[in-house]
């Protein structure tokens, strides 16, 4: 029998990361980024300056790279998500009637 050499995975269950991004925020900038790409079509083909053009999605660029870099080390892999899932749960639950105590089956 022939001894094989077998590489190891040593990053699995680690979050994928580039640049300092990760998971979720890297299509975040991909999907911002596009957006830019659209916004500079639109805007040439509506005929304005090409160099005003550049110039607005130069900056709108940088905004957005800073906020999601910001919001990737802020919230890191799933905080933003558990965020914004916290959102959702209510405060209290109020019941104005007795009716839906009415329905209830007890167990005999």
């Known amino acids: 029998m022939s001894n094989s050499i077998y590489r190891i995975n040593k990053g699995i269950n680690k979050p994928i990361e580039f640049k300092g991004l990760k998971a979720q925020y890297i ?16 805007l040439f083909i509506l005929g304005v300056n090409p160099f005003i053009c550049l110039f607005l999605i130069a900056i709108a660029g940088t905004v957005l790279i800073i906020k999601v870099y910001k919001l990737s080390h802020t919230y890191g892999e799933h905080g933003m998500m558990k965020k914004l899932a916290h959102r959702q749960i209510p405060l209290a639950i109020r019941i104005k009637s007795r009716g839906v105590y009415r329905k209830l089956k007890s167990k005999k």
């Open 27 to 42: 299509w975040y900038l991909g999907a911002g980024v596009l957006a830019l790409l659209v916004a500079f079509a639109i």
